[in-house]
Nanobody, 126 residues
Framework: QVQLVESGGGLVQAGGSLRLSCVVN????????MGWFRQPPGKEREFVAA????????SYADSVKGRFTISRDNAKNTEYLQMNSLKPEDTAIYYC???????????????????WGQGTQVTVSS
């Protein structure tokens, strides 16, 4: 059974930082594309960042470029999202996801990812 568990969300002031983690079990993590998505209040789920299985190739939504960094540790079956210079518009539920088929794309649709975590709330106050 594939299981993704996020952690690290919380309440932070604008300009602050948070680091999200996602531990994956039940699948060969090291050979899979990983991603982060978010769902702001009242809006649809949107792409945030993705990383290839080697960790060499990454992509970001324009709204987070230069502020967020995605990374992974294949030895720990864990991916991370370092979020700096947070803004109130970053407030959302953040989800990690794993893609077991297909190729890396720069702006993937959520439907391209088969398994999802339960989400972790990030709230940025102004």
């Amino acid at each position: 059974q594939v299981q993704l568990v996020e952690s690290g969300g919380g309440l932070v002031q604008a300009g602050g930082s948070l680091r999200l983690s996602c531990v994956v079990n039940g699948v060969t993590f090291s050979r899979r594309i990983m991603g982060w998505f978010r769902q702001p209040p009242g809006k649809e789920r949107e792409f945030v960042a993705a990383i290839s299985w080697t960790g060499i190739t990454t992509s970001y939504a324009d709204s987070v470029k230069g502020r967020f960094t995605i990374s992974r540790d294949n030895a720990k079956n864990t991916e991370y999202l370092q979020m700096n210079s947070l803004k109130p518009e970053d407030t959302a539920i953040y989800y990690c996801a794993i893609r077991t088929q297909g190729y890396f794309s720069d702006n993937p649709d959520p439907q391209e990812f088969e398994y999802w975590g339960q989400g972790t709330q990030v709230t940025v106050s102004s």
